[in-house]
């Protein structure tokens, strides 16, 4: 059901032969024969400066928006909506579907960097310290050297198999 429409001066509501009804910039609703007995360009009920606009099938959308029902407001506004969320959630997935696919090859090219890394530094050869004279090894002599001590790097000895 739409909203009644009446004058805020005459309370007159439309009828066959109609006044025309005008909307002033200050909200008020005024018909034509009201209209013609006022200022121009101020408004007959709070007497502020305004303009007018009559109202027609002509009307703007918006300014229609507020005589209309609000059970088909919300109808309007609601498929607008959904319209809207439909839009943004497909660009949503798109995007989303950039970011996983870019996120999978940086962890392709992170994998292959560590193993070409692992495999450099596998392929190093020791690193020779020049033992000190009076090292802890030259006092002790049942003490056990380390890996890169005794030439061999942690790459080629894993802890649970024994060194011979």
Same mark, same amino acid.
Request: net charge positive; charged share 20%.
């Given at each position: 059901?739409?909203?009644?429409?009446?004058?805020?001066?005459?309370?007159?509501?439309?009828?066959?032969?109609?006044?025309?009804?005008?909307?002033?910039?200050?909200?008020?609703?005024?018909?034509?024969?009201?209209?013609?007995?006022?200022?121009?360009?101020?408004?007959?009920?709070?007497? @502020?400066?305004?303009?007018?606009?009559? /109202?027609? $099938?002509? =009307?703007?959308?918006?300014? %229609?928006?507020?005589? !209309?029902?609000?059970?088909?407001?919300?109808?309007?506004?609601?498929?607008?909506?959904?319209?809207?969320?439909?839009?943004?959630?497909?660009?949503?997935?798109?995007?989303?579907?950039?970011?996983?696919?870019? @996120?999978?090859?940086?962890?392709?090219? /992170?994998? $292959?960097? =560590?193993?070409?890394?692992? %495999?450099?530094?596998? !392929?190093?050869?020791?690193?020779?310290?020049?033992?000190?004279?009076?090292?802890?090894?030259?006092?002790?002599?049942?003490?056990?050297?380390?890996?890169?001590?005794?030439?061999?790097?942690?790459?080629?000895?894993?802890?649970?198999?024994?060194?011979?």
């Amino acid at each position: 059901m739409a909203f009644q429409v009446f004058c805020n001066v005459c309370l007159c509501e439309p009828h066959k032969p109609t006044p025309r009804f005008s909307l002033t910039s200050c909200g008020h609703v005024i018909c034509e024969i009201c209209l013609q007995k006022g200022k121009k360009d101020e408004c007959l009920i709070c007497r @502020t400066p305004c303009r007018t606009l009559f /109202l027609s $099938k002509e =009307t703007s959308p918006d300014i %229609q928006s507020l005589f !209309m029902g609000i059970d088909m407001l919300c109808k309007k506004y609601a498929e607008e909506i959904t319209q809207v969320s439909e839009f943004q959630e497909k660009h949503r997935k798109h995007l989303l579907a950039y970011h996983r696919q870019k @996120t999978m090859k940086l962890e392709e090219s /992170l994998k $292959k960097l =560590t193993q070409q890394i692992h %495999q450099i530094q596998c !392929m190093k050869p020791p690193e020779q310290t020049p033992q000190l004279p009076f090292s802890s090894t030259s006092r002790n002599p049942h003490s056990i050297p380390s890996r890169k001590q005794n030439g061999y790097s942690s790459c080629y000895l894993h802890p649970s198999h024994p060194s011979t």
